[in-house]
């Protein structure tokens, strides 16, 4: 009897190994990772200056495409019915606005794109910024009145509809 348990116990011994490595195999095989290649423009820019085009063309170019693909995503957007979408917008703006972005003109147009598609799920600290008036140079108070000129991102802001600066303005 003994000898028939140790041999019956082998087997069941086998038998859970053969269902542990099957069950190991079923569940989901860990994927490669993805491999990318660092960026290294300089062969491609070096080719480019040999036909003739210079890097403020090449630099101008890929904005006007990045800025493009960029806006149509944006515009494809509804953060009102997803809230994925909705996420992806507000990480867009605020690194947005960490980058200084907003300096560049060429940029201003996708911040401007960004917080139209979020309209009122715009956060509010982000208006209040936009509504942030510049410190007078003279030492004299400003009268009060909301007026483009007198705001430090005022020429954000002319960008803007008037449903946008007006929640700008309440903020």
């Given at each position: 009897k003994n000898t028939t348990n140790q041999k019956q116990s082998k087997k069941d011994k086998k038998k859970l190994k053969l269902k542990l490595s099957l069950a190991a195999s079923k569940e989901e095989t860990p994927k490669p990772p993805v491999v990318v290649e660092?960026?290294?423009?300089?062969?491609?820019?070096?080719?480019?200056?040999?036909?003739?085009?210079?890097?403020?063309?090449?630099?101008?170019?890929?904005?006007?495409?990045?800025?493009?693909?960029?806006?149509?995503?944006?515009?494809?957007?509804?953060?009102?019915?997803?809230?994925?979408?909705?996420?992806?917008?507000?990480?867009?703006?605020?690194?947005?606005?960490?980058?200084?972005?907003?300096?560049?003109?060429?940029?201003?147009?996708?911040?401007?794109?960004?917080?139209?598609?979020?309209?009122?799920?715009?956060?509010?600290?982000?208006f209040e910024t936009l509504a942030e008036k510049e410190k007078p140079k003279d030492g004299h108070g400003s009268s009060g009145v909301l007026n483009n000129s007198k705001l430090k991102h005022g020429e954000l802001l002319d960008l803007f509809g008037l449903s946008m600066k007006r929640l700008v303005w309440e903020a």
């Open positions: 660092p960026f290294q423009p300089q062969p491609v820019m070096t080719f480019l200056h040999h036909l003739g085009v210079s890097q403020h063309t090449i630099h101008t170019r890929m904005i006007s495409s990045l800025r493009s693909n960029l806006t149509s995503q944006i515009e494809r957007m509804d953060p009102r019915n997803s809230k994925a979408h909705q996420e992806s917008l507000l990480r867009l703006l605020q690194s947005f606005w960490n980058s200084k972005a907003n300096d560049i003109p060429e940029l201003r147009s996708v911040f401007v794109n960004v917080i139209k598609c979020l309209g009122e799920l715009t956060p509010k600290n982000v």
